[in-house]
């Protein structure tokens, strides 16, 4: 945008947008991205933007097929394929939870999980519509991933470098996923347990590129703190215990450590994350306070004064839409429940929290990001709130049976938290097209498009990996006991862990059935409270103590490579390590962040999707490792395969930096620096 504040593409031209041929490449990469996003968070715990490598991915295909692509018809692919995206992350927080709930669901229901995903998606997408002219023209709120994704697709049509990357890395990834996930030539993970004073200690790795990738994509911040969470959990919690009340007596020392990790430390994830995610909220009281009176007091326009860049959907059609979703709802509660007025109690108060976390999640990405808005603890705080209303009106008043009011609580809060989860990603996406000159109307109905992909993509794709690798080693475990549908019982090591889901099926559980770890969550609550006092983000600590320690390793190890060729590229325009680097230092170190960022995107969609294929092939029978007959590789040598790939993320990522410099050489000058400052930290101050 100019210094004025003019869109890239001025009201006054009207160059192509939603084509034929930009509606078909946005619902294909809506597909491969809901999938792999789908599958990342239910291995890792979180997910990623998918805005910029699919507005990449758009450029390099639509300019590969045909001539004359604007850049606003790349706008609209990058809508599509994001909007199902975010829709997969409050799926998959959410719905495999009834998976872990006792008596509600023993499998992946296809045709409500679809509702559930149409219903909050676009309910989210709609309350995000009202309140696209109040954020976006009317505040102007900054809303940082919009911007980055719009110098991304102004980079694209201005003949911008780099963008062929994300194809590199993509193809990268998804051969790495086919080695180790497909043909199993190596190692997943290399682990190993041993005595020490008395007590045992664990050493574990996952060999995972794309949870490298996430690590470079978060920062060496926050994967440092999701790694001190992982140390908490393994390095002390789980020894303490172990060296106080005993180890069990079956199993290998891995099995015993990781026994006593799931049984009972991993709870202390669950006490964190519960006060981590109420803390978010309540620290962002007065932005959310803010929010939501600017949302209330917001004013619609006439659209025929309006240019056609502020031209959005009717208003009267949204909200009137909007009414006929929350009826829908309603129905849905009703037929699931057999109670109308749980139905309807339960209808309205999720009309009534969608839209005040709709209006929070739009404004919090507004101001810090998407990334950074606390979908976790909005989902929490319904949860919580949930509770509460059917317990009072399930419970005390219609005095249903626990199953259904186990059931009436997921369906509200599954609702709620998908339209919480696409609210930040839409805002983001029309605050890219306000800034590249889209039609907010054309857009709004991408946004629709991509949303009803995604709730069409994410039920199968979450019923394939759970009938391949068991979405939850909870809900595996009990199925494995089912000898009618596994007569010779189930493989369960390979199940995706889905923390998220785990945690708000314990506290499910725990609401209704009285099944919790008291001792263990109560401690969590304590160090949720120290973390607090101390300042530090407390939901990445969290998911630390949740997740086994081996995934949080590549995190920390992306992370350690994002600071080093972030501060090599300060080095090499300065001359020397600065604590402030000069303007032009910062500007060649984003540089190479954003090449990273693409290179990371790329290999973490490639293995994600090859994660996804796979379990297509094992639910149709076929084996991969049989049908060639293929052996595994030794830890050593999958340690050495793996670090061949770090080796290529690093060169690929490391291309943006300045000529002239010595990689090597560079990082041990950093490592001297970090290490001398660190040490600095224990020294009193002199004078």
Not at 442 to 454: F, K
């Amino acid at each position: 945008m100019s210094e004025l504040g003019e869109p890239y593409i001025p009201a006054s031209e009207s160059p192509l947008e939603l084509t034929r041929r930009v509606i078909i490449v946005g619902i294909l990469l809506g597909i491969l991205m809901t999938a792999a996003n789908a599958y990342l968070g239910l291995y890792a715990g979180m997910t990623v933007s998918a805005s910029i490598p699919a507005a990449v991915m758009s450029m390099i295909i639509l300019r590969s097929l045909f001539k004359n692509v604007s850049i606003l018809e790349n706008n609209s692919v990058q809508t599509m394929a994001s909007a199902g995206e975010s829709l997969a992350a409050g799926i998959i927080f959410t719905v495999p939870a009834l998976l872990v709930i006792p008596n509600v669901w023993d499998e992946i229901k296809l045709v409500e999980t679809t509702i559930i995903a149409l219903l909050g998606g676009l309910l989210g997408t709609m309350f995000t519509i009202a309140l696209r002219r109040l954020f976006i023209v009317e505040e102007a709120l900054p809303y940082p991933e919009g911007v980055a994704c719009r110098e991304v697709l102004v980079a694209g049509e201005e003949g911008g470098e780099g963008a062929q990357a994300i194809l590199y890395a993509l193809g990268i990834g998804a051969i790495y996923g086919l080695v180790v996930k497909g043909f199993k030539a190596t190692h997943h993970t290399v682990e190993n347990a041993f005595s020490f004073l008395g007590t045992r200690l664990y050493a574990g790795m996952d060999l995972s590129i794309a949870l490298l990738s996430v690590g470079f994509i978060v920062g060496i911040r926050i994967a440092s703190f999701i790694f001190l969470g992982g140390l908490i959990g393994f390095g002390i919690l789980t020894p303490m215990y172990g060296m106080i009340n005993g180890w069990g007596a079956s199993g290998n020392g891995v099995e015993m450590f990781l026994a006593v990790w799931k049984q009972q430390i991993r709870y202390v994830g669950v006490g964190t994350m519960v006060v981590g995610g109420l803390y978010t909220l309540w620290s962002m009281r007065k932005t959310i306070i803010t929010g939501i009176s600017k949302a209330v007091r917001s004013k619609s326009s006439d659209d025929d004064e309006l240019l056609r860049t502020e031209i959005d959907l009717p208003m009267n059609k949204v909200f009137i839409f909007s009414g006929v979703l929350v009826l829908i709802t309603i129905l849905f509660y009703w037929a699931k429940t057999g109670s109308f007025i749980l139905a309807l109690a339960g209808g309205l108060f999720l009309a009534l929290t969608a839209f005040f976390f709709a209006a929070v999640a739009g404004y919090i990405a507004g101001v810090v990001g998407s990334s950074n808005s606390p979908v976790s603890g909005m989902t929490i705080a319904t949860l919580l709130f949930t509770v509460v209303l059917v317990l009072l009106i399930g419970d005390g008043l219609l005095n249903l049976d626990t199953s259904t009011l186990m059931l009436a609580t997921m369906l509200i809060a599954s609702i709620v938290a998908s339209s919480a989860a696409i609210a930040g990603d839409v805002m983001q996406d029309l605050k890219t097209g306000h800034m590249v000159g889209a039609t907010p109307r054309l857009q709004q109905i991408a946004e629709i498009i991509g949303v009803i992909t995604g709730a069409l993509v994410i039920a199968p794709t979450l019923k394939l990996l759970h009938s391949a690798f068991g979405i939850t080693e909870t809900a595996c475990l009990r199925d494995a006991g089912n000898e009618i549908l596994y007569p010779s019982g189930r493989d369960c090591s390979n199940a995706l862990y889905a923390p998220q889901a785990e945690l708000i099926g314990d506290i499910v559980k725990g609401a209704f059935i009285g099944d919790v770890n008291l001792q263990m969550i109560s401690l969590g609550v304590v160090i949720a409270i120290i973390l607090i006092r101390l300042k530090m983000p407390v939901m990445s600590v969290a998911i630390g103590i949740y997740l086994p320690l081996g995934l949080s390793v590549p995190i920390m190890l992306g992370g350690i490579i994002s600071y080093f060729t972030l501060r090599s590229a300060h080095l090499r325009i300065d001359g020397e390590i600065r604590d402030v680097p000069s303007k032009k230092a910062k500007e060649a170190a984003k540089e190479v962040e954003n090449r990273g960022v693409l290179i990371g995107a790329g290999f973490i969609a490639g293995e994600s999707i090859l994660g996804v294929f796979v379990a297509l092939l094992i639910v149709s029978g076929i084996d991969l490792q049989d049908y060639f007959g293929t052996g595994t590789l030794g830890n050593f040598l999958s340690l050495a395969f793996f670090a061949w790939f770090v080796g290529i993320f690093i060169w690929l990522a490391t291309r943006a930096l300045p000529s002239g410099g010595n990689l090597l050489l560079e990082t041990i000058t950093v490592l001297k620096d970090s290490v001398s400052k660190f040490i600095r930290i224990f020294l009193p101050n002199s004078k």
